[in-house]
């Protein structure tokens, strides 16, 4: 999606290893997500930030870390991954207009085994 | 968090009307419904969001009746490229509490 970016597009990753995924946009929106979603299944919701400098805990935060430096990177860190992180993850972001307005990045493929 | 429900899939034609109908029986006063559509392999895109009555875009149109609790998408005279799958969510205009996306409902439109 034009002005979001993430990385690596797919990864597979060895059960305990840490990684951190990328996630960066260009259009200075205030507000940024990550989702993950599984396999035929709905998004949901991991961390959030309403703005630089702040994040929040989404229903599904534990084994993530996010942090929010700047306006427009996002990086989401698995500290220690497990087989049941396998799933694909959206970066999503938010102008702040209307954060349910939500402008979604092509997402990550990630395999932990 | 209002709970949302919505069919888990239907199927269309060709050139067809199709709506999708989500019950929100506890959506609150802030709460605005917006719907998402997700191709395989894509990340979900906005479709079209409301508050109350009647909003429509060159993509689709919303009905919500007076008590909120139900919202119907409608897509008009839909192709196959509308074959995805359609997320109804409620939430705040200013998104403080997070969006939460259900199953979805799986369309499938046949030639």
């Known amino acids: 999606t034009a002005g979001i970016t993430q990385a690596p597009t797919s990864q597979i990753l060895a059960a305990g290893r840490s990684m951190t995924l990328r996630c960066t946009q260009d259009?200075?929106?205030?507000?940024m997500y990550w989702y993950r979603q599984d396999l035929g299944l709905g998004l949901r919701l991991i961390h959030y930030?309403?703005?630089?400098?702040?994040?929040g805990k989404g229903e599904v935060p534990d084994g993530y870390s996010v942090s929010r430096a700047n306006t427009d990177d996002f990086p989401l860190t698995l500290a220690s991954a497990v087989p049941s992180q396998t799933s694909v993850y959206f970066c999503?972001?938010?102008?702040?207009?209307?954060?349910?307005?939500?402008?979604f990045g092509p997402g990550t493929r990630l395999t932990v085994l | 968090l209002a709970k949302t429900t919505q069919p888990i899939s239907m199927d269309s034609y060709e050139g067809q009307e199709v709506n999708i109908t989500c019950s929100h029986n506890?959506?609150?006063?802030?709460?605005?419904i917006t719907w998402y559509q997700q191709f395989p392999s894509q990340g979900p895109r906005f479709i079209i969001q409301?508050?109350?009555t009647k909003v429509t875009n060159e993509v689709a149109s919303l009905f919500i009746p007076a008590d909120r609790k139900s919202s119907t998408l409608s897509l008009p005279r839909v192709s196959l490229s509308d074959t995805a799958v359609y997320y109804c969510?409620?939430?705040?205009?200013?998104?403080?509490?997070?969006?939460?996306f259900g199953s979805g409902t799986r369309l499938q439109v046949q030639p």
């Open positions: 999503a972001t938010a102008s702040g207009r209307s954060n349910n307005e939500q402008f």
């Open positions: 259009m200075r929106h205030n507000a």
């Open positions: 930030s309403n703005t630089a400098g702040t994040t």
């Open positions: 506890n959506i609150a006063t802030n709460d605005y």
């Open positions: 409301g508050y109350k």
């Open positions: 969510l409620v939430g705040e205009w200013t998104g403080r509490r997070a969006l939460t």
